[in-house]
């Protein structure tokens, strides 16, 4: 576990949202959790690590929403969904998670890696953003996302407070700036393209852009623009944005998260192998290939069955993993691509689709038998 908790301090240098996270053991007990976890939360570590699931979140919300989820990645599954929760003791909260399976040395899952981020501030804008873009007086009237106008050259025209705090510009500076002074370079001429066509009255659908800060940080955001008309003849822009930072750093985390644990995959020892759910090799890491002396492409070719010197105990495989949900030191005898025979050790579990119906395995093989 240590290496973990140093393999996440470092990621947070890179990514300070990677460090959201916190590792969750087969009995639902959380083991380690980052301090940004914890301040994104608002809990305090000595509360969270070393209870359960169930008594941070409440025991509804566990059995209802979360364990079906964790039971999937322990299965080998990365799994991903956004639900609120009713905390006992506090207002509703939303939350985008991440469930990815650890796997130790030995090629066994003995935890989830958990990225939960409370994102909802932003889930009620983007509701009320929703159910107002229809309307002209809502939008005046949801006054806690910003609003600005422009004038057809795109100069500002007004601003809000929501947009001079979050932009940290003094409402002073907006005087004679432009919406292309905030737009990063790369991204300037797709906002005028965007701006050009709703000077001339077009129905034109929302888009996202990065920009830059008072304190030369770049910031993301969602925005929505009308035309806004005097006698039919558009005179200005109006423009409703929701910062959406949070939601791309996510993203990129999760990106970041991701590539961490294939390599994970990819430097493990042991012969680790993806079929889909009709036992066609999907994907193999270095160790397989070693072990059984194809190629990658070779490999790619082939189906699980075709590794076996009995083909039946390939069906006994695939029938104890859907019966019991893992297969735990399977003996079965492979052979390598030169025929040799082995003694092989298998490990299993099914890989879920969203329906959770399975859609392909995962497996571990290990030779124990060298003689």
Not at 143 to 151: A, K, P, Q, R, S
Not at 207 to 230: L, N, P, V
Not at 345 to 357: A, F, M, W
Request: with cysteine; glycine share 8%.
């Amino acid at each position: 576990m240590e290496n973990v908790k140093k393999g996440k301090q470092g990621a947070a240098a890179a990514n300070q949202f990677i460090d959201t996270m916190t590792l969750v053991n087969k009995s639902y007990v959380y083991e380690f959790a980052s301090e940004a976890y914890c301040q994104d939360h608002g809990r305090k570590r000595k509360d969270v690590v070393g209870y359960s699931v169930g008594h941070v979140f409440g025991e509804a919300n566990f059995k209802k929403f979360i364990k079906k989820h964790l039971d999937q990645c322990f299965a080998g599954n990365v799994v991903r969904y956004e639900n609120w929760l009713d905390i006992p003791g506090e207002e509703p909260r939303f939350y985008r998670v991440s469930y990815s399976p650890y796997f130790d040395a030995q090629g066994r899952i003995t935890h989830a890696v958990v990225s939960s981020v409370d994102i909802t501030s932003s889930k009620r804008e983007e509701e009320s953003l929703e159910k107002s873009q229809a309307a002209f007086k809502n939008i005046l009237k949801n006054m806690h996302y910003g609003l600005f106008t422009f004038d057809t050259r795109g100069n500002f025209t007004f601003v809000n407070d929501i947009i001079v705090k979050r932009s940290g510009y003094p409402r002073e500076w907006y005087i004679g700036k432009s919406l292309f002074d905030v737009v990063r370079p790369e991204e300037k001429e797709s906002v005028k393209e965007h701006f050009a066509a709703t000077v001339r009255g077009e129905q034109v659908p929302p888009y996202e852009f990065g920009f830059k800060k008072a304190a030369d940080e770049i910031a993301w955001a969602h925005i929505s623009t009308t035309a806004i008309r005097d006698g039919g003849r558009v005179v200005g822009v109006l423009g409703v944005i929701l910062d959406i930072t949070k939601r791309v750093q996510f993203e990129h985390a999760l990106q970041v998260s991701e590539k961490k644990y294939r390599t994970l995959f990819e430097d493990s020892l042991d012969a680790i192998f993806i079929t889909d759910e009709k036992g066609r090799l999907t994907d193999v890491n270095p160790s397989f290939l070693k072990l059984f002396g194809y190629t990658k492409e070779e490999a790619q070719k082939l189906r699980a069955i075709d590794t076996y010197v009995n083909r039946d105990e390939c069906k006994q495989y695939v029938k104890a993993i859907n019966e019991h949900g893992f297969v735990d030191k399977f003996t079965v005898k492979l052979k390598k691509k030169n025929g040799k025979v082995m003694q092989c050790l298998l490990n299993g579990t099914p890989l879920r689709g969203p329906e959770g119906k399975i859609a392909g395995y995962q497996g571990i093989a290990r030779e124990i038998d060298k003689n």
